[in-house]
């Protein structure tokens, strides 16, 4: 009688999963799933890359007070920057080797050009432990860091794209813009993700939060200060205390997000400059109504949130 019942509950979970499974399928047509993609599921529909995440993490690039030459900026230099000894912590930041790293940027001279004598970039001015190339702002921001983005607004008139390009302002604020990092990977087929392409972040309750690719790096988990201030349904992130490396209390952001999020990336929704695959013909004030509306359209065309939910796993 016990595996009776054992087998009759079997068959009425493969009826129930059949049925799932089948729903879903309604709902989906003409989904297709990709290869994977830093240990996530990905699918496309509609021209739309559908994924889901447990967690948006936290990325600053961009904006004008993330890195300062004392350490006082919203971001920690030891996110950017990691020591060259001892060897056992070179280009690492983690557990003891966190010490290190702030005892480096203690014996940096101040000139850009020395700083590659203590420290190798890991986010700031480069990455994977390579030589910084950094900039500092122009007067009266010397004291900062130029901190970059992939992507960048449109130049003003009369100013010269190389210029533009070192500039702060030629990057994407990251508290101003809700923007979501995708790896360079994901850019290749057959993902085919673009930078300035604009998406979606929906969450447990059907609300969506648009953006737009702004930045390469992560795991498919990073989004901006705008985005994860709007998830978080807030004007502004907060900010909570920290020893720099200097031993001096500085507010730092606090923005990570986690739970059941689905991200929807609207392929080919871009809108650059010819011939320039990171520049946008928007000006950083042109782009928020950008978003809004890319967004809007495509949601539309892809049938909701709903949707978009139902057809990311």
Not at 32 to 42: P, T
């Amino acid at each position: 009688m016990r595996q009776y019942f054992l087998a009759c509950a079997l068959l009425f979970c493969l009826a129930g999963s059949s049925s799932a499974m089948l729903q879903q399928q309604e709902q989906c047509p003409g989904r297709a799933r990709l290869a994977d993609f830093a240990h996530k599921d990905i699918f496309v529909m509609d021209d739309t890359l559908l994924f889901a995440t447990g967690n948006i993490e936290l990325d600053i690039d961009g904006h004008p007070r993330a890195y300062g030459i004392r350490d006082q900026g919203t971001e920690n230099i030891c996110n950017g920057l990691a020591p060259l000894t001892p060897a056992e912590c070179r280009g690492q930041v983690r557990g003891s080797c966190y010490a290190h790293c702030q005892a480096a940027f203690r014996q940096w001279s101040g000139r850009p050009d020395d700083l590659r004598r203590v420290m190798c970039s890991v986010g700031l001015g480069g990455g994977g432990c390579g030589i910084p190339q950094v900039r500092l702002q122009s007067a009266p921001n010397q004291d900062w860091f130029v901190s970059e983005t992939s992507v960048h607004p449109a130049p003003p008139a009369g100013t010269s794209l190389a210029q533009w390009l070192r500039l702060q302002e030629g990057q994407l604020d990251s508290v101003e813009i809700p923007y979501f990092v995708i790896p360079g990977g994901f850019r290749g087929l057959p993902w085919d993700a673009s930078p300035g392409d604009v998406g979606l972040v929906v969450d447990p309750n059907g609300n969506t939060f648009g953006f737009i690719v702004g930045d390469t790096g992560g795991a498919l988990d990073e989004g901006s200060a705008a985005l994860l201030a709007r998830i978080r349904g807030l004007p502004r992130l907060p900010t909570t205390p920290h020893r720099n490396a200097f031993g001096q209390q500085v507010d730092r952001l606090v923005g990570a997000v986690a739970g059941d999020y689905r991200v929807a990336i609207f392929r080919h929704s871009t809108r650059r400059l010819p011939e320039q695959g990171t520049v946008l013909s928007l000006s950083a004030a042109e782009i928020p109504a950008f978003i809004e509306r890319v967004a809007r359209e495509r949601l539309g065309r892809i049938g909701g949130a709903a949707r978009i939910r139902a057809c990311s796993l």
